[in-house]
């Protein structure tokens, strides 16, 4: 006699491509009971680990932009109060600097939004 009665569903969907049970027979936990047709998951997890290295890639770019922008900032803080370069020099590298710390924060989320897409995926 049975000691449970449950409903099995996938959190995938595709078809059934092999079926190891028949209606009322009694299954042991772990068992396999069944398989999905997987090829549309594991295109969609590819897809998802893909876009992950695309905003791995993003954010060392905008590292490596912020890293630039800060000596480039350093140097026109030196120079524009000697009149070396005229203000709006140094205004637009100050520009360049914040707008490169804003995107640093941007591509970290992407990367989170990306990595949580994979696993979900």
Do not use: C, H
């Amino acid at each position: 006699m049975p000691q449970r009665k449950a409903a099995v569903a996938s959190k995938g969907q595709g078809y059934v491509e092999w079926l190891g049970v028949l209606e009322g027979t009694q299954v042991k936990e772990g068992e396999i009971i069944a398989r999905l047709e997987s090829e549309d998951v594991s295109a969609s997890l590819a897809q998802a680990q893909a876009q992950v290295k695309v905003a791995q890639a993003n954010l060392e770019l905008q590292r490596a932009e912020l890293k630039n922008a800060e000596v480039d900032l350093k140097r026109f803080k030196i120079l524009a109060p000697q009149g070396a370069i005229p203000i709006t020099q140094y205004d637009a590298a100050l520009a360049r600097f914040d707008k490169a710390k804003a995107s640093i924060n941007s591509d970290e989320a992407a990367v989170i939004s990306a990595r949580a897409n994979a696993r979900a995926a």
